[in-house]
Every structure is written in structure tokens, then in C-alpha cells.
């Protein structure tokens, strides 16, 4: 366990509440707290302390390159706390689309009949299930997994998209992050979900040195890396496989269906929750 966090404290406009926690998640927070005041909102997001400040510094403003009037206000370290513990209310059982409910360890068993439930840990890594980005993905995996799928999750995070295509069927999936470490923490998530082993977990580049082929890829991270992403797409995908995209604005909506067009693959359906959108888009047969 990490003896001191880092922290970063941003100051934006009134109304930009959900923007810089969206933010400070996307850059790989471990918990933050939100100050309103009548000149607008203050954040203070915690970071864990196995990277130097600049790395979550300049990580941090990729994730804020839509919103340039957003300042950092001041930056520094705290000794650790195990701040979810003191917090748990703040992670009820949460139902995604129509199969899913997301759970905190200390939720186990309070899930629906019917659910398939995702354990996961609140941590360091993005993916807890209560963003936008990762219910879209979510949702749009339900009709799309089928057993006996290879899936290949880029960009895992938490893992909980790695849970996800298992738990629908898949039986086969690659979880691979930039973050080498992050796998520990898909490992414990793992194991919270009975499923040890079952996933072959990848420190990588995005698909840099990944043959594939699979049926199904999902990838929730931002525009830069997803357009980056994109003429790798179709090398690792079977025909007719399916490519699940998120972690995008829905500003960044027609940017991104026109990139999609370029490298050859077919939007089939789209979704929106917030100020997010996502898409699946198919491997032309």
C-alpha cells in the first residue's frame, strides 16, 4: 500500500462539477472532494503515489484538453487513508443496462435476481462501473457477447469489462493496460468474482504486439488514444467482430464516426448518457 498520495487541486466555472470529477477519474484518481462556492467549484483529486507528479499532472491535462479554462490551483502529498471505507454509501449496488448490477465488495450478495453482478473494488484504476463511459460499453456488450468469444479489452483499468464479456459467455479475454500497475488490481477484482485465472493480463501499448484474432474488442479510454487505436482495429478483428468504443465526448461523436469510416469499420449503434457516448461498430464480413 502506498505510504502518501499525491493530490492535485483544479478550480473551473459554476456548472463544471461533473466535468472535473469526469476528468480526475479518466486520469486515474483514487478518490476526490468537490467544493461549490459562488464563483464556481473546486476538486481535489488524489493520486496514488507509485508514479511522480508529473506523470498524473500531464495525464490529467490530456483529460482536460477540452476545458483549457480549468486551472490547477495547487498540488502536493497526504499520508494515505483508506478513503472508500469511510465512504461505502457512496457505492451503492448499481444496475447497468438490463443485466448487469455493479457492487462494492461490501455489497456482495444485495444484488437483484436476475443480475449478473460485477464486483469491483474502488481503487486507483479507472472502471468502478458508476461512470458513463463504462456503463455505455456495458450496455452495449449485453446483446453482443456470445459464448465461447475471445475478447480483448484495451485500456482494462479495473477490469470490469474483462468481467463483463466472461460473465456473458466469452471464454477467452486478454486485458491489457499501458499501467503495468493496474493488473494487481484486475487480479484482486478477479478473485472478488471467482474468476482467478481467468483472464491472460498484458502491460502494452494499446494493440502494439497483439496478433488477436477475436470476436470482440472493447476499449473505454479518450479520443486521442482511440484514434490511435483505430488502423489496428481491423488486423485483430475476425470478420464480422465487433469493436465496442467509449470514453468519449458527444462533442467528439462526429470526429470519431468519420475516423471509423476511414479505418473501415461500420457503426451500428450509438449511446449517450451525460455528457458521454459510445458505439459499436462492426468488422465488415
Known amino acids: 500500500m502506498d505510504s502518501f498520495w499525491w493530490y492535485i487541486t483544479l478550480r473551473g466555472g459554476n456548472g463544471q462539477e461533473e466535468i472535473l470529477s469526469t476528468a480526475v477519474d479518466l486520469a486515474g484518481s483514487i478518490g476526490s472532494e468537490v467544493q461549490e462556492f459562488p464563483e464556481g467549484v473546486r476538486v481535489r483529486a488524489y493520486f496514488r503515489s507509485n508514479e511522480d507528479l508529473g506523470t498524473w499532472q500531464m ?10 479554462e480549468v486551472k490547477v490551483e495547487d498540488t502536493g502529498r497526504i499520508e494515505n487513508q483508506p478513503w472508500y471505507r469511510e465512504c461505502e454509501e457512496a457505492f451503492p449496488p448499481l444496475e447497468v443496462g438490463s ?24 481503487g486507483s484504476a479507472f472502471g468502478t462501473g458508476y461512470h458513463e463511459s463504462t456503463q455505455i460499453v456495458l450496455e452495449l456488450m ?19 469489462l474483462s468481467l463483463g464479456a466472461l460473465k456473458l459467455g466469452a471464454a477467452s479475454v ?38 488477436g484474432p477475436v470476436d470482440l474488442l472493447t476499449a473505454n479510454i479518450v479520443l486521442e488514444p482511440l484514434l490511435q487505436l483505430l488502423p489496428d482495429v481491423r488486423r485483430v478483428l475476425k470478420p464480422g467482430g465487433w469493436a465496442l468504443f467509449s470514453g468519449l465526448l458527444g462533442t467528439e461523436k462526429q470526429t470519431f464516426l468519420a475516423a471509423l469510416e476511414e479505418a ?21 464480413a
Do not use: C, M, Y
Open 99 to 122: 443485466r448487469f448490477v455493479v457492487l462494492a465488495p461490501w455489497h456482495r450478495g444485495k444484488e437483484s435476481p436476475g443480475r449478473i453482478p460485477l464486483v469491483v473494488k474502488p
Open 264 to 284: 473501415g469499420l461500420h457503426p451500428a449503434e450509438d449511446r449517450a448518457r451525460g455528457e458521454w457516448w459510445g458505439v459499436a461498430a462492426q468488422n465488415p
Open 142 to 160: 449485453e446483446t453482443r457477447v456470445k459464448s465461447g468469444d475471445s475478447v480483448v479489452d484495451v485500456g482494462t483499468g479495473s477490469g470490469i
Open 59 to 68: 495525464r490529467l491535462r490530456q483529460a482536460l484538453e477540452p476545458w483549457p
Open 174 to 211: 486478454v486485458a491489457r493496460d499501458l499501467d503495468g500497475a493496474v493488473l494487481a488490481e484486475v487480479e484482486e477484482n478477479l478473485d472478488l468474482n471467482d474468476l482467478r485465472g481467468a483472464v491472460r493480463l498484458e502491460e502494452g501499448d494499446l494493440l502494439r504486439g497483439f496478433a
